[in-house]
C-alpha cells in the first residue's frame, strides 16, 4: 500500500527518490550496501532504480510472480536438510541482485585469487614434504588428525601441480566497508549452476539494467575452467569429462545437472563408471569407453568404498587407485577437507608469508582454535561476542552466535568445548551487510553473504569468476544459509570497460565437432529410460483396467461369474489388489472397496498410485534427458492423482464414483505424456530404450490379458468380448471393420495379427523387433537379441484360431460355446510373456549392468 500510495500521490518522484521513500532502513551496526555509510543511495544503487523509473518499480510485484513462475517451470528445486520431510523445494530467490561496484571487485578478485593460490601450496606441502606440520606453522591435530586428511593421498603429484580446480570462497561485507573471508569449500563445492540460473532469471527481469550498468558476464570463466581441466589432462582437447553427482537425492542435484547439460558433460553417478586396470570407463549402451576427467559433486569420503568409506554406495571402486597412478584428473584432488576447518584460517596470516612471501590481500576474520591450552584460556571469556563453529562435523555442523545466547546457553556451551577442545573454533562476530530485497511492496533488508568461485584454468592459475551467488538471511536473523530457509540473490560485477562478451554458445569450430559424434547414453540412463517406458504403460495398462473393473462392478455385468472372475484374477496379477482380496464372484462389494483403497501409492499393492509414483520417480532420475514441460506433466499427474485419492471417504458411497473421475483425469494426463514421449524426443538410444521399454510392458501384459481372459472364457460371452477389445483400447477399430461380429477370428486378427494396430499383439512385436535391431551390438559372439522374439509375419490366422479358413460358422461357433482355447494360440501367449521377460534380462545383463562382458572377460 506504501508504494501505490506515493506512485499515485507523485509522479514527479525519480526512481530512486520513491525507492529510497519505501526501503527501510538496516539494523544499527550492519552496513547498508543499498546506501554505504550515508543516508542517500549509492550511486549505483541509485543508477539501478532509476533506470527503472517509477513505473518499473510499480511493476515490481509483478516481475516477482513472473520470476517465481519461470523458476518453477524451470524446475529449480533444493533440499533443505532441516525438513522433516525432506522433500525438494522451489529454489528462492530475490528480485535485487548484490550489486559489486569495480573497485571492490577488483580487492576482492585480488584476495580470492592470492587465496587459492596459497591453499593449492599447502595441499602440496601437508601431502608433500610436510614442512609446514614440521615448523610449526600448522598443528598436526588439525592436519593429520583432521577425519578428512587421506594418507592415501601423500605423495600424490596431481597434474600441472593443481589440486584445486574449482574453491568456493564465502566472504562477508564488514560495517567498516572491508570485505572478509569468513570460510573455505574445497572439497565440492556448490552454487556454480544456481548462480547461472539466478543470473538468467534477474537479467531478463531487468534488461535495461543489466546491459546499461556493463555487468561482467560469466560464460567466459567457464570456458576458461573447461579450457584448463582439457590441458591438464594427458588427453588434452580430446579428453572425456564428466560430472560425478551423488544422484537425485542430493540437495544441489538441480544444479549438477543444469551444470552438465550447460558445460556439455556427461552426468554420471558412481554406478555408471567402474575401474579396469587402474583406469576409469563409463558403462554406456555402445560399451565401456574411457573417462579421462571427473569434475566431483561429492565429499571425499564418498569417492571410493575401497579405500574410503566402505558404506559409501556413491562412489567408484578402484577409485583411488587410478586417480594415484595419474589416469583421471579428479577436480577437486582428494584430500581438501582439512582447508575447510575453520579453524585454518587463524593460522594462514603466517602460512602466507611462509610460503608466497606476501601478506594476505584479504583478510579472513580473527579466529582461535580451542584445541591450544593458551588459545583455550583466552578463548572462553570472549564467548558471548564471537562466532562458535564445530571444525570437523562437515558442512551442516551448527553454527552458533554468541551474542544472540543467554547465560545458561553460555555455560552449557563452554563445558562442551572444555571436554572436546580441538573440536571448537571461536570467530571474532562480524554484522552481515544488508541488502535490499523486495518484500511485500516494501525494500527490506536482509543479512547477506556472498559466496564466490576461484576457477583453474592451467598449471598454477585461477581465474575469479565475476559474479557469485549470494545468500540472504530469513527476515530478522543473522545466519545466511540456504539450509536454514534462507534465499538467494544474483550478483552484479560491474565493469568501468565493456563486458567480456565470450559465450560457450559461439563456439563454431567445437559445434563442428559435437555435431560429428554421436550422443552418449550412459547405461545408467539406459536403465532408467527403459523402465520410464515401463512404468509409462504400465500406469496407463492400470489405469485403463481399474476404470473398465470398476464400471463393471457398478453394472449389471458384475453378476457375469466368467467376466468377474477374469477381471478379478487380472486385477490380482497387474497389482490392483492384494493376494488376500476376495476374489468378485464371492463379494463384489468387498473387491470393489478394496481396488479403490489399493488405488492409493502407499497402499501397499503395485496399483496405479505405486506406478505413478515410479514413473515421476523414473522421471526425476533422467532430468537432464527430459523437457521441462514432460517433467512437469509427470510431476503433476502423480501430485494430483494422490491428492484426489487422500480426499476420497473410505466409507463414502460416492469413493467409487470418485476414484472413477479421477482415473479418468489420469488417463488424459497420461495421453498427453505417451504424446510427448513419442513425438518430442530425439530418437537417440536412449528414446528406444523407453520404447522398448513401453512395448515389452504392452507385450507382456496384453498377452496375459487374452490368456486369462481365454483361460476363465469370459471371451465367450458377448460382455467379455467387448471388455477385452476395451482394454486393448481397440473398440472402434473392430467395430469399424467388423460391426457386430463376435467370433474368435476377427479377434485375434484384431488383438493378435494384425499390424496396423498399435494395441495388437503382432504390432508391437513388430516394433519392438525394429526397435531392438537398431541397438548396438557389442559383441558379436553374443546370442542376437532378436532370437528372443517371435516374428508376426510367420503367424496364421487360422491355426491359431482353430478354423477352417472356409468356414466363417465354425469359427463364430468357437466364441458361443465355452470350448478350450486353441493350443496353438495359448502356447503363442505364454511364449510371448516368457520372451518379455527373457528380453528384459538379457538387456539388463548386455546394457545395464555389463555382466555380460564381465562374464566374457572372465572366462576368455
Not at 590481500?361 to 564445530?390: F, Q, R, Y
Request: aromatic share 6%; glycine share 6%.
Amino acid at each position: 500500500m506504501a508504494l501505490q500510495s506515493l506512485f499515485q500521490n507523485d509522479l514527479s518522484l525519480s526512481g530512486s527518490a520513491l525507492a529510497a521513500s519505501i526501503a527501510r532502513p538496516t539494523p544499527r551496526g550492519h552496513l547498508d550496501e543499498l546506501r554505504g555509510k550515508d543516508p542517500a543511495l549509492t550511486e549505483y544503487w541509485a543508477r539501478f532504480f532509476d533506470l527503472l523509473g517509477p513505473e518499473g518499480i510499480a511493476d515490481l510485484n509483478r516481475r516477482q510472480q513472473g520470476m517465481v513462475r519461470q523458476l518453477h517451470d524451470n524446475g529449480v528445486t533444493y533440499n533443505v536438510y532441516a525438513d522433516a520431510e525432506g522433500t525438494p523445494r522451489p529454489w528462492s530467490l530475490d528480485l535485487f541482485p548484490l550489486i559489486i561496484p569495480a573497485q571492490d571487485w577488483a580487492t576482492i578478485e585480488a584476495g580470492v585469487t592470492q587465496r587459492a593460490r596459497l591453499l593449492n601450496r599447502i595441499l602440496a606441502d601437508i601431502y608433500g614434504p610436510r614442512q609446514l606440520l614440521e615448523q610449526a606453522l600448522l598443528p598436526a591435530a588439525l592436519v593429520q588428525g583432521h577425519p578428512g586428511y587421506l594418507r592415501a593421498m601423500q605423495g600424490a603429484q596431481p597434474a600441472g601441480g593443481t589440486w584445486l580446480h574449482i574453491a568456493a570462497f564465502d566472504l562477508a561485507h564488514g560495517p567498516d566497508g572491508r570485505w572478509w573471508i569468513v570460510s573455505h569449500r574445497t572439497q565440492a563445492p556448490s552454487g556454480l549452476g544456481y548462480l547461472l540460473e539466478n543470473r538468467i532469471t534477474i537479467s531478463r527481469e531487468f534488461p535495461a539494467a543489466f546491459n546499461a550498468m556493463k555487468v561482467q558476464r560469466l560464460a567466459g570463466s567457464y570456458k576458461a575452467l573447461m579450457r584448463g581441466l582439457q590441458t591438464l589432462s594427458p588427453k588434452g582437447a580430446n579428453a572425456r569429462i564428466a560430472l560425478l553427482t551423488p544422484g537425485p537425492y542430493n540437495e544441489t542435484y538441480f544444479e549438477h545437472a543444469y551444470l552438465a547439460r550447460y558445460l556439455g558433460l556427461s552426468l554420471v553417478e558412481g554406478h555408471d563408471l567402474t575401474v579396469r586396470d587402474q583406469h576409469v570407463y563409463l558403462k554406456t549402451m555402445d560399451g565401456l569407453e574411457p573417462v579421462d576427467v571427473l569434475i566431483k559433486r561429492l565429499d571425499d569420503q564418498w569417492l571410493d568404498p575401497l579405500e574410503l568409506r566402505p558404506d559409501s554406495a556413491l562412489g567408484v571402486p578402484g577409485l583411488m587407485q587410478a586417480v594415484q597412478a595419474g589416469n583421471v584428473l579428479l577436480a577437486n584432488a582428494p584430500g581438501s577437507a582439512p582447508l575447510e576447518s575453520s579453524a585454518m584460517l587463524g593460522f594462514l596470516p603466517a602460512i602466507c608469508e611462509h610460503l608466497l612471501s606476501e601478506p594476505l590481500k584479504l583478510p579472513s576474520l580473527d579466529t582461535w582454535w580451542c584445541g591450544e591450552a593458551a588459545t583455550l584460556e583466552n578463548a572462553l571469556p570472549m564467548l558471548h561476542k564471537s562466532v562458535i563453529k564445530n571444525n570437523y562435523s562437515g558442512k551442516f555442523s551448527q553454527t552458533l552466535i554468541g551474542p544472540t545466547l543467554d547465560a545458561v546457553s553460555l555455560e552449557k556451551l563452554a563445558r562442551r568445548i572444555v571436554h572436546r577442545p580441538d573440536e571448537h573454533t571461536l570467530q571474532a562476530y562480524l554484522p552481515l551487510s544488508h541488502n535490499p530485497t523486495w518484500h511485500d511492496g516494501n525494500i527490506a533488508p536482509r543479512a547477506t553473504m556472498l559466496r564466490v568461485f576461484a576457477l583453474a584454468d592451467g598449471p598454477d592459475s585461477w581465474r575469479v569468476l565475476p559474479g557469485g551467488i549470494v545468500r540472504l538471511a530469513p527476515q530478522g536473523q543473522m545466519i545466511a544459509s540456504m539450509q536454514r530457509g534462507g534465499s538467494s540473490a544474483d550478483c552484479w560485477v560491474l565493469s568501468d570497460g565493456e563486458p567480456d562478451d565470450t559465450s560457450l554458445l559461439r563456439q563454431a569450430s567445437s559445434t563442428l565437432t559435437l555435431a560429428q559424434q554421436k550422443r552418449v547414453v550412459t547405461s545408467r540412463s539406459a536403465e532408467n529410460l527403459f523402465w520410464l517406458g515401463r512404468y509409462t504403460e504400465r500406469a496407463e495398462n492400470t489405469v485403463r483396467q481399474a476404470r473398465l473393473t470398476l464400471r463393471t462392478l457398478l453394472s449389471d455385468d458384475a453378476n457375469d461369474a466368467r467376466l468377474s472372475a477374469w477381471l478379478g484374477q487380472l486385477a490380482l496379477a497387474q497389482g490392483l489388489v492384494m493376494p488376500q482380496t476376495p476374489p468378485p464372484s464371492q463379494s463384489s462389494r468387498v473387491f470393489e472397496r478394496s481396488l479403490v483403497a489399493m488405488l492409493d501409492a502407499d497402499s501397499g499393492a503395485h496399483s496405479v498410485g505405486y506406478n505413478l509414483r515410479a514413473l515421476h520417480q523414473s522421471a526425476n532420475q533422467v532430468r537432464e534427458r527430459l523437457s521441462q514441460e514432460l517433467r512437469n506433466l509427470i510431476g503433476r499427474v502423480d501430485e494430483n492423482f494422490t491428492t484426489q485419492q487422500a480426499r476420497l471417504g473410505e466409507d463414502s458411497e460416492y469413493a467409487t464414483q470418485e476414484a472413477l473421475e479421477s482415473l479418468a483425469a489420469a488417463s488424459e494426463s497420461l495421453a498427453a505424456i505417451t504424446g510427448a514421449q513419442t513425438d518430442r524426443m530425439v530418437r537417440d538410444n536412449g528414446w528406444r530404450m523407453l520404447s522398448i521399454g513401453r512395448h515389452l510392458e504392452r507385450l507382456q501384459t496384453l498377452a496375459q490379458a487374452l490368456r486369462l481372459a481365454l483361460e476363465t472364457g469370459s471371451v465367450f460371452d458377448d460382455q467379455g468380448y467387448e471388455t477385452l477389445l476395451s482394454l486393448f483400447d481397440s473398440s472402434i477399430t473392430f467395430h469399424a471393420q467388423y460391426q457386430q461380429r463376435r467370433d474368435l477370428v476377427a479377434l485375434l486378427d484384431m488383438l493378435v495379427i494384425n499390424q496396423d494396430n498399435p494395441r495388437s499383439l503382432g504390432w508391437v512385436l513388430k516394433s519392438l523387433r525394429a526397435r531392438v535391431i537398431k541397438l548396438p551390438q557389442q559383441n558379436s559372439d553374443a546370442p542376437e537379441l532378436l532370437d528372443l522374439l517371435p516374428d508376426p509375419q510367420s503367424w496364421d490366422l487360422a491355426t491359431l484360431s482353430g478354423a477352417v479358413a472356409s468356414n466363417e460358422s465354425a469359427a463364430q461357433n468357437l466364441t458361443r460355446e465355452a470350448l478350450p482355447a486353441p493350443a496353438e494360440l495359448m502356447a503363442l501367449l505364454n511364449s510371448l510373456e516368457q520372451a518379455a521377460a527373457d528380453l528384459s534380462d538379457k538387456m539388463t545383463q548386455r546394457y545395464f549392468s555389463h555382466a555380460e562382458r564381465i562374464k566374457q572377460s572372465l572366462f576368455s
